[in-house]
């Protein structure tokens, strides 16, 4: 058998079990030395191709159609720095556990490190942000050499989705001639095991009927407790968690990502303004628990997160299904290797009694306070970051997927978006918190979540202005909110703006863009919002308009920090008149 035969015998056995294993997309940047690869997939029927020419974009959109479709997903391109290109959306989907597989063309081992184009090392290019790297055998149509490139693809799946879920890494040095046999009748025509080469069955992690109930008695020994739950997808969990919370009368802390602040579950136990409250010095003695459970990764609310170090005198319990170690405060006491819905069924089942509501009523009282005060927001009539988070709720379809930026957007949803009953699933690219590739990864989400909406600051849109290209190339639907403060106005809110000399060269960096122009080039209506009707009627009219929609909101950052400190004010007076008249 000659090297054309070879070739696409053994991609092609890589690509059935690839589709054998539940991956449906794949991501291509176009490239030479990932010729055969690319023309292979793109003859499978069962494969959805998506063609990003920017490997930095197409990454992310990858990230991104992983994160809504919660499968995994392969990702595609040539040699060189091509690959180096995906290193971004490779460290996301490792810290926030979303499957990629990472496909990389590379030369033959008799070309490299001799001065030949396109080529550099790219032996565990990614280091330790992936789960698993292969150096894959140059292609042969040996019996053993296709059960090889089909094993590896299954384990390559497998080892994405294993929890904790993440990136795989599989390396394929490709010898010219490059263009594969696609004339074959019989080109992914599997002779043995036709559904599969290899069988994997992940399990779950979960603990014993014992220590379910020695955790039970512990918590029920505990009448001042907290659940906090940060960014987290397992299934089942909402209604599990919520269970544990009613039957141990532990207030439910929810992080905008946990998706327990949109829906028609039970709302009795949910804490949503706890990022503002816990800035009182006062309402922290009061609130003070003797028991913490966390859930998830670290929340977004920084005031939380000091809360939890300033509380580690007393017993938390980590709960991760995916082992890892989510403690950057150094804080937790008992760390459980168990999967969280799993753990709360546990733990539910082994609970004898309800604990006394008196703490749990302390921080409702305080959620309940809180929330009047930010309503205030509503009152604003010029364009606001916090109003527009406040209103969004109301505005956005039932259904709908919001993506939201880092920041200050994700901060601000954080404050100002409560629970509400419509079905709004929130993502955010919160692995590493950085702000590129966000519209890359949100066009990506759309993809199989609609109606879908993006808010985001002006930096972060312009860091990632190509990634428009997947809405014009594929027709997603997506409306932007374009919070353009002209610069990073999460800055405002840190020490450095108590030094004004270099703080706008440094830190502010206006822009002083005109972003309509960039929009119009990618097909994209685009819309510069005057004033809140103005807002609510274009945001109706864009619901029925198709394709990319951009409405830009101007805002001043020196306000915006005012309203919020007004806000943060406004509570800390109202807390310290509750609990002067508790006294």
Known sequence: MNHQEALTSYIAAFVSELINNGVEDV???PGSRSTPMAMIMAEHPELRLHIHVDERSAAFFA???AKGSRKPVAILCTSGTAAANYYPAVVEANISRVPLIVLTADRPHEL???GAPQAIDQIHLYGKHVKWFVEMGPPESTIEMLRYARTVSARAVSTALQEPAGPVHLNFPFREPLIPQLDREDLFKLTERTGGYVSIQPGKLTLTENQYKEIAENLQSYNKGIIICGPIETEGFTEAVLALAEKLQFPVLADPLSQLRSGDHNDTFIIDTYDTFLKNEKAKQVLKPDVIIRFGAMPVSKPLTIFLKENHDIRQYVIDGGAGWRDPGIVSSEMIYCQETCFCKGILSSIERENKEDFFKQWEKMNELTRNCLAKISELDVLSEGKLFYQLADL???GAALFVGNSMPIRDLDTFFHFNRKHIKILANRGA?????VVSTALGAGTSLQPLYLVLGDLTFFHDLNGLIAAKQYGIDINILLINNNGGGIFS???QASHPKNFEKLFGTPLDLKFQYAVEMYGGKYDLITDWGHFSSVMNQNKE?????????TTNRESNILEHRELWNEVSREIS?????EC
Do not use: A, H, Q
């Open 27 to 29: 991501v291509v940047s």
């Open 63 to 65: 990230l991104g159609i």
């Open 112 to 114: 490299r490190d001799v």
């Open 396 to 398: 956005l379809p039932e």
């Open 433 to 437: 918190n950085g702000i590129d590739g």
């Open 493 to 495: 809110f840190l020490p």
């Open 545 to 553: 308009r198709p394709g990319l929609k951009v409405m830009e909101i």
């Open 577 to 581: 008149r509750l609990l002067e008249e």
